[in-house]
C-alpha cells in the first residue's frame, strides 16, 4: 500500500461506517494560546465545550498538525530518531453524543487488522487504571471490550492489555472541562514479535503506538470532581506518517528485519531523491548510535531526515497564511527553516537548496490538500527570500563564532586577559560595537569587549557566554538551538541563564517603552446592553433607561443603558459618541466601550446625575459614525484587494477603524512595491464605482458559506454575522457598515510599512479625509510644475533630466575635489619627519572629506614608503583621520587601528582598523590641530 493508498482507505472505511468526511483545518490554529494546530481534536474542541453545535454526529479526517515549540515540541528529536516529526497528519473519527466505546474499539480492530492486515498477534491494548492521586476510575468498560476480543482472536489478554496511569492513559483538554480514559494500539515490530507487551510505553522504537482512542466521559470541576458528562464523545488519533512508514519498512509485513522508520515511507521518497541529486550523496538510514557524536553516514542520514521533515512544515504552515517572522509561530518556523539550511550546509548543498525541496513536497501532499498547489508561487518566494536571508547573515555570525574559537584557543595557550589582548591585537572592525578598546598613554589596557563578550571570568573560556549567544541570536538571527548545535560541535556548552538574563533585559526595555493605560470599571457587573445601532432610525433620541453609573480607577464616569445604538469599540472600530437628553439636561457621551459583561459604557462629560430606572434620549453623532462606517467597509475592500493582488495567504493581523482614517496590518513576507500598491488602489475604487449593496446577515456558525473570512483569535459562538459586499467580500464581523460601497467615495492609500518581520501595515483614507489627499496632491503637483515651467503631465520627465544633471554635477565636483586633494599631497612631503628612525608625515588637509583623504593617501603611500602617514581633514563639523603604516613600521610596534583611534578620541570621536590601514571621525575640529601635535607622543 502507498501512503496515499493508507489515508484513503482510512477515510473511505469511516466513511462507510455513517461518518461524514471533512477537510483538514489549518495549521493557524482558532484558540489563540496554541501555536499550531497540533492534534486531530483542535477544530472540534468547541464542540467538545458545547460552546458550538456538531454540524456531524459522526466524522472522520485527516488533519495537519505542527508540534514545534509550546507544550508539545519535537523539534530537537528530528533527525535523531525514525518517528519524531514537527509536521505530520494524524488520522481521526470523531463521535459526538453519538457511539461510544464498543463501536470505537471494535471498527479500530476491523480497520487495522481486517483492511490493512496487521499482525493480530503483535498487536497490544493500553487501558486506563488510575494510581495513587490520578483521577476518575478504573476503565472496566474499556478493559471488558478488550478482553473479549482478543479471546474472541485466540489470543491471551493477560498479555495483550496493558494498564496506564493518567500520564499514558487518561486524556484532559485543561485543568478543567470535558476529559476521560483512552486506549491506545501499540504494535510490535521486534524480529520475532515476541516482546510480551514488556515494550508498551517503554520508549521503544520497536514498539509503537499507532492509535489513540479517547473516550470523553466526564467533565472535571474546579473543586476537582469528576462528573459524568450528560452526552459522551469519541476522540480518536492515528499517526498517518507512522502506519505508512510501518507498511514501508516491513514491506506489508512481510519483513521485521529492519528498524521501523517513519521515513521509509513514500511520503519522503521524492524528497530525498532530490537531496541526493544536489548533494551526490544517498540515503542510508543509518541512526545514530551515540547521538552528541555521529559517524559521517550517520550524519548525513541526520541532514536527509531533517530536511525532508522541516520542508513539509514550512510548506504546510505558509500555505496556511503562517510566515516566518520575529515572534510567536512566525518565530518557531523561521527557527525550523534556519535549522534546516544549517544542517544543509554539512552536506556541503549550495545556498538555494532548500527552497528546490518545495517541487517534490508538493507533489507529494497537493493532491491531498489543495491549498499547498494554489499557493505554490507564494510558498516558493517566502522559502527563498528567508534562506537567502540567512544565508547573508550566516556567514557573518558564523565568522564571528569561530572567531571566539579562534581566540580561544589562543587564550587556553596563555591563561591571562592581558597576554590573550597582546596576541589576539586585530580586533575585526565589525565588532567595533561590542570590543570597547581603551586607551592610556596610546597603549592597551584591555580588551574590555572580548573580556565581557567572550571570556567567563579569567579563566581560559570553557562555554560560550550568554552575552556572545544573545549578540548570534539579536544581530545575526541564531536561534539558540542552532548556538546549541554549532558549540556542541566544538565541544563548548552555552551559557542559557545568561542568554536568557539577556532575553529579559531586552524584553524590559521593549515593555518600557511602551506607555499603556489600563483603565478598570467599579460597580457591580450586570446584563449585556441591548445594541440597537444597525438600524439608522433608532441614532436619534433613542429612548431607553439608564441601569446605573460606574466610576473607574481613573476617575471617569460612564453611563449604563438598558438598550444603546451607541457601538462600543471592538474588532478595530473605535467606540462612537453622541449625547444623551434627561429632559432638564443634555450632556455630551464622549465614547463608548464594553465591560466583561457586555455592558455599553457611554463615557460621560461632566459631573451630570444620573438615577437608576430614569428615562433618557441617546443621539449618536451621526456625521461621525457615518465616517467610522465608510472606513470600516473600506477596510473589507482592501482585505479583499490584498487577496487578489497578492495572494491567499493575506490574512489581517490588526486593524484600527476611526472617522478619519483606517490602518489595517497583514501577514505578508516582503514590501509592497509602488506597481502593487496603484494596482490595490485601482481595485478598490473600481469597486466602489460599482455601487453593489452592503448585505449583513445572521447564520449558524456551521452554516457560514465556505468563502468567509474569520479573524484569527476571534470566538465564535453558534450564531456569526456576516458583511457580504457583492458577493465578492465575505467576512465575519460584528462592525458597523455603509448600506452600499458607493457611499465611501473614494479610497487613498497613504503608506505602506513594517511594523515586524512578515507583518505589513496599509493606512487609507476615504470619503472625505480621500479627497483632501487628491486636492493636496493636485495643488502639489500644480506647484512642482510651475517650478518647472512645464505641464503637470511634463513634470516627471522634466524632474528625471534635472536630477540626472545634478548626478553628473556631483560626480564632477567630486572628481575636481579628488584631484585638489592629490595636488595638496604632493606638496606635503616636505613636511615628513623622522621620528625614532621612521619617516612620518601627520598634516592636516581643510576642505577635504573622509574620500578625498583615501584618494590623496593612495598615492603618498607609494611616494613615502616605508612611513607613517597621518591624514587629517574637517568638513561640516566633522573630523576625518586616514591612517597608514607601512609593514617596516608595524615591526616597531605602530598600529594603524589604534592611532587612528586614540587621535580621533582626543576629537570626541573613535573609530579603529587594521594594522596596516585604519579611518577614525571625530566632531570637534578645533581640537584637530592639537591631536596633530601629540604624535610624536604617541609614537614615542
Same mark, same amino acid.
Given at each position: 500500500?502507498?501512503?496515499?493508498?493508507?489515508?484513503?482507505?482510512?477515510?473511505?472505511?469511516?466513511?462507510?461506517?455513517?461518518?461524514?468526511?471533512?477537510?483538514?483545518?489549518?495549521?493557524?490554529?482558532?484558540?489563540?494560546?496554541?501555536?499550531?494546530?497540533?492534534?486531530?481534536?483542535?477544530?472540534?474542541?468547541?464542540?467538545?465545550?458545547?460552546?458550538?453545535?456538531?454540524?456531524?454526529?459522526?466524522?472522520?479526517?485527516?488533519?495537519?498538525?505542527?508540534?514545534?515549540?509550546?507544550?508539545?515540541?519535537?523539534?530537537?528529536?528530528?533527525?535523531?530518531?525514525?518517528?519524531?516529526?514537527?509536521?505530520?497528519?494524524?488520522?481521526?473519527?470523531?463521535?459526538?453524543?453519538?457511539?461510544?466505546?464498543?463501536?470505537?474499539?471494535?471498527?479500530?480492530?476491523?480497520?487495522?487488522?481486517?483492511?490493512?492486515?496487521?499482525?493480530?498477534?503483535?498487536?497490544?491494548?493500553?487501558?486506563?487504571?488510575?494510581?495513587?492521586?490520578?483521577?476518575?476510575?478504573?476503565?472496566?468498560?474499556?478493559?471488558?471490550?478488550?478482553?473479549?476480543?482478543?479471546?474472541?482472536?485466540?489470543?491471551?489478554?493477560?498479555?495483550?492489555?496493558?494498564?496506564?496511569?493518567?500520564?499514558?492513559?487518561?486524556?484532559?483538554?485543561?485543568?478543567?472541562?470535558?476529559?476521560?480514559?483512552?486506549?491506545?494500539?501499540?504494535?510490535?515490530?521486534?524480529?520475532?514479535?515476541?516482546?510480551?507487551?514488556?515494550?508498551?510505553?517503554?520508549?521503544?522504537?520497536?514498539?509503537?503506538?499507532?492509535?489513540?482512542?479517547?473516550?470523553?466521559?466526564?467533565?472535571?470541576?474546579?473543586?476537582?470532581?469528576?462528573?459524568?458528562?450528560?452526552?459522551?464523545?469519541?476522540?480518536?488519533?492515528?499517526?498517518?506518517?507512522?502506519?505508512?512508514?510501518?507498511?514501508?519498512?516491513?514491506?506489508?509485513?512481510?519483513?521485521?528485519?529492519?528498524?521501523?522508520?517513519?521515513?521509509?515511507?513514500?511520503?519522503?521518497?521524492?524528497?530525498?531523491?532530490?537531496?541526493?541529486?544536489?548533494?551526490?550523496?544517498?540515503?542510508?538510514?543509518?541512526?545514530?548510535?551515540?547521538?552528541?557524536?555521529?559517524?559521517?553516514?550517520?550524519?548525513?542520514?541526520?541532514?536527509?531526515?531533517?530536511?525532508?521533515?522541516?520542508?513539509?512544515?514550512?510548506?504546510?504552515?505558509?500555505?496556511?497564511?503562517?510566515?516566518?517572522?520575529?515572534?510567536?509561530?512566525?518565530?518557531?518556523?523561521?527557527?525550523?527553516?534556519?535549522?534546516?539550511?544549517?544542517?544543509?550546509?554539512?552536506?556541503?548543498?549550495?545556498?538555494?537548496?532548500?527552497?528546490?525541496?518545495?517541487?517534490?513536497?508538493?507533489?507529494?501532499?497537493?493532491?491531498?490538500?489543495?491549498?499547498?498547489?494554489?499557493?505554490?508561487?507564494?510558498?516558493?518566494?517566502?522559502?527563498?527570500?528567508?534562506?537567502?536571508?540567512?544565508?547573508?547573515?550566516?556567514?557573518?555570525?558564523?565568522?564571528?563564532?569561530?572567531?571566539?574559537?579562534?581566540?580561544?584557543?589562543?587564550?587556553?595557550?596563555?591563561?591571562?586577559?592581558?597576554?590573550?589582548?597582546?596576541?589576539?591585537?586585530?580586533?575585526?572592525?565589525?565588532?567595533?560595537?561590542?570590543?570597547?578598546?581603551?586607551?592610556?598613554?596610546?597603549?592597551?589596557?584591555?580588551?574590555?569587549?572580548?573580556?565581557?563578550?567572550?571570556?567567563?571570568?579569567?579563566?581560559?573560556?570553557?562555554?560560550?557566554?550568554?552575552?556572545?549567544?544573545?549578540?548570534?541570536?539579536?544581530?545575526?538571527?541564531?536561534?539558540?538551538?542552532?548556538?546549541?548545535?554549532?558549540?556542541?560541535?566544538?565541544?563548548?556548552?552555552?551559557?542559557?541563564?545568561?542568554?536568557?538574563?539577556?532575553?529579559?533585559?531586552?524584553?524590559?526595555?521593549?515593555?518600557?517603552?511602551?506607555?499603556?493605560?489600563?483603565?478598570?470599571?467599579?460597580?457591580?457587573?450586570?446584563?449585556?446592553?441591548?445594541?440597537?445601532?444597525?438600524?439608522?432610525?433608532?441614532?436619534?433620541?433613542?429612548?431607553?433607561?439608564?441601569?446605573?453609573?460606574?466610576?473607574?480607577?481613573?476617575?471617569?464616569?460612564?453611563?449604563?443603558?438598558?438598550?444603546?445604538?451607541?457601538?462600543?469599540?471592538?474588532?478595530?472600530?473605535?467606540?462612537?459618541?453622541?449625547?444623551?437628553?434627561?429632559?432638564?439636561?443634555?450632556?455630551?457621551?464622549?465614547?463608548?466601550?464594553?465591560?466583561?459583561?457586555?455592558?455599553?459604557?457611554?463615557?460621560?462629560?461632566?459631573?451630570?446625575?444620573?438615577?437608576?430606572?430614569?428615562?433618557?434620549?441617546?443621539?449618536?453623532?451621526?456625521?461621525?459614525?457615518?465616517?467610522?462606517?465608510?472606513?470600516?467597509?473600506?477596510?473589507?475592500?482592501?482585505?479583499?484587494?490584498?487577496?487578489?493582488?497578492?495572494?491567499?495567504?493575506?490574512?489581517?493581523?490588526?486593524?484600527?477603524?476611526?472617522?478619519?482614517?483606517?490602518?489595517?496590518?497583514?501577514?505578508?513576507?516582503?514590501?509592497?512595491?509602488?506597481?502593487?500598491?496603484?494596482?490595490?488602489?485601482?481595485?478598490?475604487?473600481?469597486?466602489?464605482?460599482?455601487?453593489?449593496?452592503?448585505?449583513?446577515?445572521?447564520?449558524?456558525?456551521?452554516?457560514?458559506?465556505?468563502?468567509?473570512?474569520?479573524?484569527?483569535?476571534?470566538?465564535?459562538?453558534?450564531?456569526?454575522?456576516?458583511?457580504?459586499?457583492?458577493?465578492?467580500?465575505?467576512?465575519?464581523?460584528?462592525?458597523?457598515?455603509?448600506?452600499?460601497?458607493?457611499?465611501?467615495?473614494?479610497?487613498?492609500?497613504?503608506?505602506?510599512?513594517?511594523?515586524?518581520?512578515?507583518?505589513?501595515?496599509?493606512?487609507?483614507?476615504?470619503?472625505?479625509?480621500?479627497?483632501?489627499?487628491?486636492?493636496?496632491?493636485?495643488?502639489?503637483?500644480?506647484?512642482?510644475?510651475?517650478?518647472?515651467?512645464?505641464?503637470?503631465?511634463?513634470?516627471?520627465?522634466?524632474?528625471?533630466?534635472?536630477?540626472?544633471?545634478?548626478?553628473?554635477?556631483?560626480?564632477?565636483?567630486?572628481?575636481?575635489?579628488?584631484?585638489?586633494?592629490?595636488?595638496?599631497? $604632493?606638496?606635503?612631503?616636505?613636511? %615628513? !619627519?623622522?621620528?625614532?628612525?621612521?619617516? @612620518? *608625515? /601627520?598634516?592636516?588637509? +581643510? #576642505?577635504?572629506?573622509?574620500?578625498?583623504?583615501?584618494? $590623496?593617501?593612495?598615492?603618498?603611500? %607609494? !611616494?613615502?614608503?616605508?612611513?607613517?602617514? @597621518? *591624514? /587629517?581633514?574637517?568638513? +561640516? #563639523?566633522?573630523?576625518?583621520?586616514?591612517?597608514?603604516? $607601512?609593514?617596516?613600521?608595524?615591526?616597531?610596534?605602530?598600529?594603524?587601528?589604534?592611532?587612528?583611534? /586614540?587621535?580621533?578620541?582626543?576629537?570626541?570621536?573613535?573609530?579603529?582598523?587594521?594594522?596596516?590601514?585604519?579611518?577614525?571621525?571625530?566632531?570637534?575640529?578645533?581640537?584637530?590641530?592639537?591631536?596633530?601635535?601629540?604624535?610624536?607622543?604617541?609614537?614615542?
Amino acid at each position: 500500500m502507498t501512503s496515499n493508498d493508507v489515508r484513503q482507505s482510512f477515510l473511505d472505511f469511516f466513511a462507510a461506517k455513517g461518518h461524514h468526511i471533512v477537510p483538514s483545518a489549518p495549521l493557524l490554529p482558532s484558540s489563540p494560546n496554541l501555536l499550531f494546530t497540533n492534534a486531530g481534536m483542535n477544530p472540534f474542541v468547541p464542540y467538545f465545550l458545547g460552546e458550538r453545535d456538531a454540524p456531524h454526529p459522526r466524522v472522520a479526517d485527516t488533519q495537519k498538525c505542527i508540534r514545534a515549540g509550546g507544550k508539545h515540541n519535537d523539534l530537537d528529536d528530528v533527525g535523531y530518531d525514525t518517528y519524531h516529526q514537527t509536521f505530520f497528519e494524524m488520522l481521526g473519527n470523531w463521535s459526538f453524543g453519538d457511539y461510544f466505546k464498543a463501536e470505537a474499539i471494535e471498527w479500530a480492530w476491523e480497520l487495522l487488522t481486517t483492511v490493512w492486515g496487521f499482525p493480530k498477534n503483535r498487536l497490544y491494548a493500553s487501558v486506563y487504571k488510575p494510581g495513587e492521586g490520578d483521577p476518575a476510575e478504573f476503565d472496566q468498560e474499556a478493559y471488558d471490550l478488550w478482553k473479549n476480543l482478543f479471546e474472541k482472536e485466540g489470543l491471551d489478554p493477560a498479555e495483550r492489555i496493558v494498564f496506564g496511569n493518567k500520564k499514558d492513559n487518561f486524556w484532559m483538554m485543561g485543568d478543567t472541562g470535558p476529559c476521560g480514559p483512552c486506549s491506545e494500539i501499540h504494535i510490535d515490530l521486534t524480529p520475532n514479535g515476541d516482546s510480551g507487551g514488556k515494550l508498551v510505553n517503554a520508549d521503544s522504537p520497536w514498539c509503537i503506538e499507532i492509535w489513540n482512542l479517547v473516550f470523553m466521559q466526564y467533565n472535571a470541576t474546579e473543586d476537582g470532581r469528576f462528573v459524568p458528562l450528560a452526552a459522551k464523545h469519541v476522540d480518536t488519533g492515528m499517526g498517518f506518517e507512522r502506519v505508512a512508514g510501518i507498511l514501508a519498512t516491513t514491506q506489508n509485513f512481510t519483513d521485521f528485519s529492519k528498524p521501523p522508520s517513519n521515513y521509509n515511507a513514500d511520503l519522503f521518497h521524492g524528497i530525498f531523491a532530490v537531496i541526493e541529486e544536489l548533494s551526490g550523496l544517498s540515503y542510508g538510514a543509518t541512526l545514530p548510535v551515540d547521538p552528541s557524536k555521529p559517524t559521517p553516514e550517520e550524519e548525513r542520514d541526520i541532514v536527509f531526515r531533517v530536511l525532508g521533515d522541516h520542508i513539509r512544515t514550512l510548506c504546510c504552515a505558509i500555505a496556511d497564511g503562517i510566515l516566518p517572522g520575529n515572534e510567536g509561530r512566525n518565530y518557531v518556523l523561521r527557527r525550523i527553516l534556519r535549522r534546516a539550511v544549517m544542517y544543509g550546509r554539512r552536506l556541503n548543498l549550495k545556498p538555494g537548496f532548500f527552497a528546490e525541496l518545495v517541487v517534490p513536497t508538493l507533489g507529494n501532499l497537493g493532491g491531498t490538500f489543495s491549498e499547498l498547489r494554489k499557493n505554490e508561487d507564494i510558498i516558493r518566494k517566502v522559502i527563498a527570500a528567508e534562506e537567502a536571508a540567512f544565508d547573508r547573515t550566516l556567514d557573518q555570525g558564523m565568522k564571528m563564532f569561530l572567531d571566539f574559537i579562534n581566540f580561544r584557543e589562543r587564550e587556553n595557550e596563555m591563561h591571562r586577559i592581558d597576554q590573550a589582548a597582546a596576541i589576539y591585537p586585530d580586533c575585526p572592525e565589525e565588532y567595533a560595537n561590542l570590543m570597547v578598546v581603551e586607551y592610556e598613554n596610546g597603549a592597551t589596557e584591555e580588551l574590555r569587549g572580548l573580556k565581557s563578550l567572550w571570556i567567563e571570568g579569567n579563566k581560559p573560556a570553557s562555554k560560550v557566554s550568554g552575552s556572545l549567544a544573545f549578540t548570534l541570536y539579536d544581530t545575526y538571527g541564531f536561534p539558540l538551538d542552532l548556538t546549541d548545535i554549532i558549540a556542541r560541535e566544538h565541544g563548548l556548552a552555552v551559557d542559557h541563564a545568561a542568554f536568557e538574563d539577556a532575553m529579559a533585559d531586552q524584553r524590559q526595555r521593549a515593555r518600557d517603552a511602551q506607555k499603556k493605560s489600563v483603565i478598570t470599571v467599579a460597580g457591580d457587573e450586570g446584563d449585556a446592553t441591548e445594541f440597537i445601532g444597525f438600524d439608522p432610525a433608532n441614532w436619534t433620541r433613542h429612548a431607553t433607561r439608564v441601569v446605573t453609573v460606574v466610576e473607574a480607577n481613573d476617575g471617569k464616569r460612564f453611563l449604563v443603558t438598558e438598550s444603546t445604538p451607541f457601538y462600543a469599540e471592538m474588532g478595530g472600530q473605535i467606540g462612537d459618541r453622541g449625547q444623551v437628553d434627561a429632559g432638564r439636561t443634555v450632556t455630551r457621551l464622549l465614547d463608548c466601550v464594553k465591560d466583561a459583561s457586555d455592558r455599553h459604557l457611554h463615557r460621560i462629560e461632566g459631573d451630570t446625575a444620573f438615577e437608576p430606572g430614569q428615562e433618557v434620549f441617546l443621539s449618536l453623532d451621526i456625521p461621525r459614525r457615518r465616517d467610522i462606517q465608510r472606513h470600516h467597509s473600506a477596510t473589507h475592500i482592501l482585505n479583499w484587494a490584498l487577496r487578489e493582488t497578492l495572494g491567499d495567504h493575506v490574512r489581517q493581523a490588526g486593524s484600527f477603524v476611526g472617522p478619519d482614517r483606517l490602518r489595517f496590518d497583514f501577514n505578508h513576507f516582503e514590501a509592497l512595491g509602488a506597481d502593487q500598491l496603484q494596482e490595490i488602489e485601482r481595485l478598490v475604487n473600481e469597486q466602489l464605482f460599482a455601487d453593489q449593496p452592503v448585505i449583513t446577515f445572521e447564520t449558524a456558525f456551521e452554516d457560514k458559506p465556505d468563502d468567509v473570512i474569520a479573524v484569527f483569535g476571534e470566538k465564535y459562538g453558534n450564531t456569526v454575522r456576516v458583511v457580504d459586499i457583492g458577493g465578492w467580500s465575505k467576512e465575519l464581523c460584528g462592525g458597523t457598515h455603509v448600506e452600499r460601497v458607493g457611499e465611501i467615495g473614494q479610497i487613498r492609500l497613504v503608506a505602506e510599512s513594517s511594523i515586524s518581520a512578515g507583518v505589513r501595515r496599509i493606512e487609507a483614507v476615504c470619503g472625505s479625509p480621500a479627497r483632501e489627499v487628491t486636492a493636496r496632491e493636485h495643488a502639489l503637483l500644480s506647484r512642482i510644475a510651475g517650478s518647472l515651467s512645464v505641464k503637470p503631465e511634463e513634470a516627471p520627465a522634466r524632474l528625471d533630466t534635472l536630477l540626472a544633471k545634478v548626478r553628473d554635477l556631483e560626480k564632477e565636483l567630486k572628481d575636481l575635489k579628488s584631484a585638489a586633494a592629490r595636488g595638496k599631497a $604632493a606638496d606635503l612631503t616636505s613636511q %615628513v !619627519q623622522d621620528i625614532n628612525g621612521m619617516k @612620518v *608625515l /601627520a598634516a592636516r588637509l +581643510d #576642505g577635504v572629506d573622509a574620500n578625498g583623504l583615501r584618494e $590623496a593617501m593612495d598615492g603618498l603611500r %607609494v !611616494q613615502l614608503d616605508p612611513a607613517v602617514i @597621518v *591624514l /587629517a581633514g574637517s568638513e +561640516d #563639523g566633522k573630523v576625518f583621520f586616514n591612517v597608514s603604516v $607601512a609593514e617596516a613600521c608595524q615591526a616597531s610596534g605602530v598600529h594603524a587601528g589604534k592611532l587612528a583611534g /586614540a587621535l580621533a578620541k582626543q576629537c570626541g570621536g573613535g573609530g579603529g582598523g587594521k594594522a596596516d590601514r585604519a579611518q577614525a571621525g571625530g566632531k570637534d575640529p578645533a581640537k584637530l590641530d592639537d591631536a596633530l601635535a601629540t604624535i610624536g607622543d604617541l609614537l614615542g
